[in-house]
């Protein structure tokens, strides 16, 4: 069983940044493809970002390519989410995932841990 805890989230300006953290409980985290998705109130889940086991390969939604990084930590267990330029439609509860499945899976259903979500707010 693998833990996913996410940090980060908040109220920030249109224009702005906010680096996200999720946090795995998983002794062999880096073993585990980690994405982000996000859900904006009445709306499905969406893809945000992937990275695989290494970090050597990430892939990000059109919606937030050139805004968005996603980068990971082995060593502490830790995968990030760095958004800038941040939109009002960015607005969504931000959630971390993990699965021990490789490759850049971008569909909510091919993973099979999930963290709480962290909110993220953009607005003036």
């Given at each position: 069983?693998?833990?996913?805890?996410?940090?980060?989230?908040?109220?920030?300006?249109?224009g702005g940044s906010l680096s996200l953290s999720c946090?795995?409980?998983?002794?062999?985290?880096?073993?585990?493809?980690?994405?982000?998705?996000?859900?904006?109130?009445?709306?499905?889940?969406?893809?945000?970002?992937v990275i695989t086991f290494s970090g050597a390969s990430?892939?990000?939604?059109?919606?937030?390519?050139?805004?968005?990084?996603?980068?990971?930590?082995?060593?502490?267990?830790?995968?990030?989410?760095?958004?800038?330029?941040?939109?009002?439609?960015?607005?969504?509860?931000?959630?971390?995932?993990?699965?021990?499945?490789?490759?850049?899976?971008?569909?909510?259903?091919?993973?099979?841990?999930?963290?709480?979500?962290?909110?993220?707010?953009?607005?003036?």
């Amino acid at each position: 069983q693998v833990q996913l805890v996410e940090s980060g989230g908040g109220l920030v300006q249109p224009g702005g940044s906010l680096s996200l953290s999720c946090t795995a409980s998983a002794r062999t985290f880096s073993m585990y493809t980690m994405a982000w998705f996000r859900q904006a109130p009445g709306k499905e889940r969406d893809f945000v970002a992937v990275i695989t086991f290494s970090g050597a390969s990430t892939l990000n939604a059109d919606s937030v390519k050139g805004r968005f990084t996603i980068s990971r930590d082995n060593a502490k267990n830790t995968v990030y989410l760095q958004m800038n330029s941040l939109k009002p439609e960015d607005t969504a509860v931000y959630y971390c995932a993990a699965d021990a499945s490789s490759g850049l899976r971008t569909r909510s259903y091919e993973y099979r841990y999930w963290g709480r979500g962290t909110q993220v707010t953009v607005s003036s």
